[in-house]
């Protein structure tokens, strides 16, 4: 059964929230990469739990919008369900697993496997929005070194990981560079999805709700990612591995023991895109 | 019919999104626009956008022959303060206003610090005509290849904002607004060049 909470405001939050969380999402567009501070107002879920890129969908969302919120991939998993509950409930729009059907689509450590398209938003929840926060933890600091694009710290970290382990030894939120100006965080997605930010043709917004930073990269802007010549980037490589349930290569996929025979398998990381890829095998099938 | 203080400021924001993620983008504002119903010296979608942006929190400016009752009545209906040229967050230019007062407010304007380079203005400017066209094309984040439009703002705007601009993450962000509700916005990221049409 559907309740819409009429006690609260259309998405939850007041007017004033919003505007100030809006004036931050457009400084962020105009400042590709750049963290721009933002109040962050308190949530109904904890900080640490998707607050800032809730935070950007409510301020986003219209009676219009078509929802979709993944957590790892995963439409169904314990933080994306009550993510959506929140949204569904304060605002009564409707809400889609499929990646082509959302106008916002609010992602926890993913890219969809299905291209987005230039009708859509894509919001990213960050944990951590600072890339230099590993070895300086002073904030005033790291913004200096922003202002300055002083990023020596930023190459050192990986030159540091590639002599002591051979390679870059990040798995995921792999520093990129924004329009050649800002190094950003492109939040804990899998180095697989880094390619996806660069000239994307939906606009990407990211918001760090206990960290209090939105920031973005808008349709069509260059994000490479942080890479030396002799050691290039390497996205996680799942050659010759396809999915067990749905057969698919060349995508983001789980490693996973099956208990009985101890043997290890692999399946897609993005559900909606496994479903929708047996769902149509079905369909072929029974025609 | 009312302007919806939640739902039209809504979708008026979301158009403020998609022009100023991907400049070059025309939207239209007057489905919003026709629902304002108060009656002053500025365009209805100026409201909207004052309304979409403004409260109690933020500065403006107002550069107009009618400064006064603009200014009176933003802060009325927002709440936010006015004040100088060189220190509002939003600065209103209203069609009355001169080239030459276009060019002092575009040099005045505060274009934020390396350290905050948020903390600059945005430039509400209100035009003739803001449409598709060959006169200006327009490169930069946000867009493919290139875009085309025209604007009918005359004066020496575009070198004296490429000069303001000149040292990026600095600058100041533009959005233009015609008698016809379209908006256009060119953020500090976007180069302009005069096209010479042989």
């Given at each position: ?287 | ?61 107002v550069?107009s022959?009618h400064e006064a009752e603009v200014t009176q009545f ?125």
């Amino acid at each position: 059964m559907m309740t819409t909470a009429t006690a609260y405001n259309f998405a939850f939050f007041d007017e004033g929230s919003k505007r100030e969380i809006r004036r931050a999402t457009l400084k962020a567009i105009s400042i590709p990469g750049y963290q721009v501070p933002f109040a962050s107002r308190e949530m109904p879920i904890a900080r640490g739990w998707g607050t800032g890129g809730l935070q950007l969908t409510l301020s986003l969302v219209g009676k219009n919008d078509t929802m979709k919120v993944i957590d790892q991939g995963a439409d169904e998993s314990v933080n994306a369900v009550n993510i959506k509950k929140l949204i569904e409930n304060t605002t009564g729009i409707g809400k889609t697993d499929e990646t082509s059907e959302a106008t916002i689509i609010q992602s926890r450590h993913r890219i969809p496997e299905v291209p987005l398209t230039k009708g859509q938003i894509l919001v990213l929840q960050v944990p951590l929005p600072e890339p230099l926060r590993a070895f300086e933890a002073s904030e005033l600091e790291t913004k200096k070194l922003h202002a300055e694009k002083e990023y020596s710290g930023a190459w050192l970290m990986l030159f540091e990981q590639i002599m002591k382990y051979g390679n870059m030894a990040t798995d995921a939120d792999h520093p990129v560079m924004v329009e050649n100006r800002y190094v950003m965080a492109p939040s804990p997605i899998p180095r697989f999805d880094n390619p996806k930010m660069n000239h994307s043709d939906a606009l990407i917004l990211l918001g760090a709700g206990r960290e209090k930073k939105v920031y973005a990269v808008p349709p069509y802007t260059r994000v490479v990612s942080l890479a030396f010549q002799d050691h290039p980037f390497e996205p996680e490589s799942f050659e010759g591995e396809s999915c067990k349930v749905c057969g698919a290569n060349s995508v983001f996929m789980d490693e996973l023991v099956e208990e009985e025979s101890g043997e290890t398998y692999y399946q897609c990381n993005d559900t909606s895109y496994c479903i929708e890829r047996l769902n149509q095998a079905q369909e072929e099938g029974a025609l | 019919m009312q302007l919806d203080l939640v739902h039209d400021v809504q979708s008026a924001y979301r158009m403020l999104i998609d022009s100023m993620s991907r400049p070059g983008m025309i939207s239209n504002l007057s489905e919003e626009a026709r629902k304002v119903d108060f009656q002053t010296e500025c365009s209805n979608s100026l409201i909207v956008i004052a309304l979409t942006l403004l409260d109690t929190e933020v500065t403006f400016k107002v550069i107009s022959e009618h400064e006064a009752e603009v200014t009176q009545f933003i802060n009325q209906l927002t709440y936010a303060k006015s004040t100088t040229a060189d220190q509002a967050d939003y600065i209103f230019i209203l069609q009355d206003a001169t080239d030459e007062q276009l060019q002092k407010t575009i040099q005045m304007a505060k274009h934020g610090d390396l350290v905050n380079p948020q903390e600059s203005a945005t430039l509400i400017i209100e035009v003739d005509e803001v449409t598709a066209g060959r006169e200006l094309m327009l490169r930069g984040p946000g867009i493919r290849t290139e875009e085309y439009v025209h604007i009918s703002a005359t004066g020496d705007w575009i070198d004296l904002r490429a000069e303001k601009n000149g040292d990026f993450p600095l600058g100041i962000d533009l959005l233009f607004i015609d008698l016809n509700h379209n908006l256009l916005a060119i953020p500090r990221t976007t180069q302009v060049m005069k096209q010479v049409i042989k």
